[in-house]
C-alpha cells in the first residue's frame, strides 16, 4: 500500500530528541523543545523528554522515551491540578 507522508521530516525529528546542553551532573538536559532527565533502568540508560504548559484553568504535560518506544500525554482542565505531576 502506499505509505503516509510524514508532516515533519526525519531530520528534523531526530534534532528535536537531542539534548543542546547537558547540565554538570549529566542527568539533566535542555534540549529543543524539551526538558530532558536520564533514568537508569538496570544496564538500560534513557533520556526522557518533557515538556508542561498550564493556561487559565488547563494544564498538559507530555513524556517521551523513544529508547522504549513510550510515550504518555495528559491534557487536564481540572483548576489548581498540575498535568506535570501526573507523567
Do not use: C
Not at 25 to 41: C, Q, T
Not at 46 to 72: A, Q, Y
Amino acid at each position: 500500500g502506499k505509505r503516509a507522508q510524514s508532516v515533519i521530516s526525519p531530520l528534523a525529528l531526530r534534532q528535536t530528541m537531542n539534548a543542546r546542553y547537558v547540565f554538570e551532573d549529566g542527568n539533566i538536559a535542555v534540549g529543543f523543545p524539551y526538558e530532558m532527565h536520564r533514568y537508569s533502568l538496570g544496564n538500560l540508560s534513557v533520556w526522557s523528554r518533557t515538556k508542561d504548559g498550564n493556561f487559565d484553568g488547563f494544564s498538559s504535560s507530555i513524556e517521551i522515551v523513544p529508547e522504549l518506544n513510550f510515550g504518555v500525554a495528559i491534557l487536564n482542565n481540572n483548576e489548581g491540578m498540575d498535568a506535570h505531576y501526573l507523567t
